[in-house]
T-cell receptor
């Protein structure tokens, strides 16, 4: 099993540009989560999906952020336009359907985004 | 706001010593989980303890849970340099709709 796959691993862009981050969850997992991690704010949940449907996007900081999950094997997080304060490491995680109280999450390697 | 708060924020020990990290949370939970994050990597699940459990072991890891105090501890025995990482607790709140709330993390440095 390849685990959760994210691309790109590193992204450097200029303020105002559109950024698209991609995620492929583990096959068979029903949940997909997008997180952002910074030194100042720690690990923040941005949005999560269940069976491709967005369930909670209350963590999405602004309208500049959007996320989609067109099918069970692919999700994108888009920032348009990007700003320097968006610089962070963005993680995607997936989780199988909760059974008997077990809902561990499997994280991808992350995308380090730098907005100049 | 984050539910889990860990202490200490940072911990430095020598190889062979034990490392203890604590996590406090605010609301009732289904379970509590611990994750490890090596520098530049994603988080890796270590262990899960359910709300009706008080202690759980996995190799050199020992986790305790006190729901009356809303706290948990992670003990790593006989630490190794490879244990150097950040450790996060994550809670699955009752009625929390399947999302986890992560704590602020403890940075552990194990010196050889």
């Amino acid at each position: 099993d390849a685990g959760v796959i994210q691309s790109p691993r590193h992204e450097v862009t200029e303020m105002g540009q559109e950024v698209t981050l991609r995620c492929k969850p583990i096959s068979g997992h029903d949940y997909l989560f997008w997180y952002r991690q910074t030194m100042m704010r720690g690990l923040e949940l941005l949005i999560y999906f269940n069976n491709n449907v967005p369930i909670d996007d209350s963590g999405m900081p602004e309208d500049r952020f959007s996320a989609k999950m067109p099918n069970a094997s692919f999700s994108t997080l888009k920032i348009q336009p990007s700003e320097p304060r968006d610089s962070a490491v963005y993680f995607c995680a997936s989780s199988p359907q909760k059974l008997a109280g077990y809902n561990e999450q499997f994280f991808g390697p992350g995308t380090r985004l730098t907005v100049l | 706001s984050q539910q889990g708060e860990e202490d200490p924020q940072a911990l430095s020990i020598q190889e062979g010593e034990n490392a203890t990290m604590n996590c406090s949370y605010k609301t009732s939970i289904n379970n509590l989980q611990w994750y490890r994050q090596n520098s530049g990597r994603g988080l890796v699940h270590l262990i899960l303890i359910r709300s009706n459990e008080r202690e759980k072991h996995s190799g050199r890891l020992r986790v305790t849970l006190d729901t009356s105090k809303k706290s948990s501890s992670l003990l790593i025995t006989a630490s190794r340099a490879a244990d150097t990482a950040s450790y996060f607790c994550a809670t699955d709140p009752l009625g929390g709709a399947d999302k986890l709330i992560f704590g602020t993390g403890t940075r552990l440095q194990v010196f050889p």
